[in-house]
DNA sequence: CCATTAAGATACT
DNA sequence: AGTATCTTAATGG
């Protein structure tokens, strides 16, 4: 079976970097992902990364969606960017490049799969790979301009914006229209509270865009 | 049944 | 927008 999985691995790197449309990875380069990745599997929810780890490793999504998300000391969390397949965390390109501890944590937001490149091999291909290098330049300011998008949706007070965002992507990662969450979980990624989430909840639902149920959220197709 | 917990309501900041 | 408090409703023993 581990065989089996091996042969598999190239198969869903050269679909990944295909879909990558510009210049797709080497042969050279892919073969050495083939040898040096270390494929893992989450169930939805599991922790990826605690906070406060020291990375060796850049992790690149292979399927499934993974959040990232700050933590704030003893109360608060904060949603970062989501990563979704072919994607890879500029946080932790930004810890390896400093050899620091992560500033983040990532959880898994649906089952998902990650192919995780050790430190060194990264360093090494940036040099060796212009493919690789452009991935990783690229990935790293896609991430950066989330995060601005992120930083100024809660700088200039759109809660409500970010509410209908969220709810969006969530029904893109998980593919359904019906969200099982509840609305204190809302409230803590986008840190705010559960009454003023359950408040733009119910005017959202009285717009029509969604109906209410308990543990569920349903989406209707109106935007 | 009862305990737990999600979500609604109201009022104040 | 956020907090505090109370009430109501759903869920799972």
């Known amino acids: 079976m581990a065989t089996s999985k091996c042969l598999n691995i190239q198969a869903i790197i050269l679909n990944l970097s295909q879909t990558l449309e510009e210049s797709s990875f080497e042969p050279a380069l892919l073969e050495a992902i083939n040898r040096d990745g270390i494929r893992k599997r989450y169930k939805a929810d599991a922790v990826i990364l605690e906070a406060g780890t020291l990375v060796n490793s850049l992790p690149l999504v292979l399927e499934g969606a993974i959040r990232v998300m700050r933590r704030d000391e003893e109360d608060g969390e904060l ?5 979704e397949a072919g994607e890879t965390c500029a946080a932790t390109i930004s810890c390896c490049m400093g050899n620091q501890r992560s500033n983040i944590h990532a959880i898994a937001e649906t089952d998902c799969e990650v192919l995780f ?21 690229r990935s790293f300011s896609e991430r950066f301009d989330e995060l601005l998008g992120a930083v100024d949706s809660v700088a200039f007070g759109g809660l ?3 509410l209908s965002n969220l709810l969006r992507d969530k029904a ?13 979980q809302l409230a803590e990624e986008l840190h705010s509270s559960r009454v003023v989430i359950s408040r733009l909840l ?3 639902e009285q717009l029509g ?3 209410i149920h308990r543990n569920r959220i349903e989406l209707l197709n109106k935007s």
Do not use: G
């Not at 050790?118 to 090494?124: A, C, V």
């Not at 893109?172 to 204190?184: P, V």
């Open 172 to 184: 893109l990662f998980h593919n359904t229209n019906s969200l099982s969450i509840t609305h204190q």
């Open 160 to 162: 409500e914006e970010r």
């Open 202 to 204: 119910k005017s959202f």
């Open 79 to 83: 949603l970062l960017y989501y990563l």
């Open 117 to 137: 490149i050790p430190i060194q091999r990264m360093d090494e291909w940036v040099a060796k790979y212009p493919s690789w290098r452009n991935f990783i330049f």
């Open 209 to 211: 865009k969604i109906r």
